[in-house]
T-cell receptor, first 113, second 110 residues
Framework: DGGITQSPKYLFRKEGQNVTLSCEQN?????MYWYRQDPGQGLRLIYY???????QKGDIAEGYSVSREKKESFPLTVTSAQKNPTAFYLC????????????FGSGTRLTVV | GQQVMQIPQYQHVQEGEDFTTYCNSS?????IQWYKQRPGGHPVFLIQ?????EVKKQKRLTFQFGEAKKNSSLHITATQTTDVGTYFC??????????FGTGTKLQVIP
């Protein structure tokens, strides 16, 4: 079955550490996205990529980095520069630019300890 | 920039009652999408509306896109406990940029 796989499901990070969240899709979608969701809040766009080897900052990119070396993969690194990284991170993909609906992964819950 | 607001933020209903959430955009949209996120889960795409004044139904769910393409609503008839979750709208504006609404969290009391 086609879909998006995010790993790990839960991640604990010590302050000052960088961590990388994995996102893989086999839907042959061109565009991929990273969103952050805080408790009781909506989705805020971190980064997005519409094509391999190209990506753009979203609304809250500071303290995060991404790469898009393969169409299927869009990993997100949460760096030590991100001051409040504890959140639920969602990866999504879409045909084109997302105007026909996004498919989301099951998410990674990151906690700073 | 484009902003999409939803009201109410929370709604508690008795099972069997109706429920409506409203979505308002600061700019005209090319289309609007609706998603449902179950507690502890991820958003799942429900539907997309494109035309001014469009109305679509999915069983007990009715989706409407405003005439000016700046607002939308989702109405659930006779809620069930399986309807529990947060409902998000997402509007596609200029350059097809999609902005998610703030969401409405629905609790259904059995």
């Amino acid at each position: 079955d086609g879909g998006i796989t995010q790993s790990p499901k839960y991640l604990f990070r010590k302050e000052g550490q960088n961590v990388t969240l994995s996102c893989e899709q086999n839907l042959n979608h061109d565009a991929m996205y990273w969103y952050r969701q805080d408790p009781g809040q909506g989705l805020r766009l971190i980064y997005y990529s519409q094509i391999v080897n190209d990506f753009q900052k979203g609304d809250i990119a500071e303290g995060y980095s991404v790469s898009r070396e393969k169409k299927e993969s869009f990993p997100l690194t949460v760096t030590s520069a991100q001051k409040n990284p504890t959140a639920f991170y969602l990866c999504a993909s879409s045909m084109g630019q997302g105007a026909r609906g996004y498919t989301f992964g099951s998410g990674t819950r990151l906690t700073v300890v | 920039g484009q902003q999409v607001m939803q009201i109410p933020q929370y709604q508690h209903v008795q099972e069997g009652e109706d429920f409506t959430t409203y979505c308002n955009s600061s700019t005209t949209l090319s289309n609007i999408q609706w998603y449902k996120q179950r507690p502890g889960g991820h958003p799942v795409f429900l539907i997309q509306l494109v035309k001014s004044g469009e109305v679509k139904k999915q069983k007990r769910l009715t989706f409407q896109f405003g005439e000016a393409k700046k607002n939308s609503s989702l109405h659930i008839t006779a809620t069930q406990t399986t309807d529990v979750g947060t409902y998000f709208c997402a509007g596609a504006g200029g350059y097809q940029k999609v902005t998610f609404g703030t969401g409405t969290k629905l609790q259904v009391i059995p």
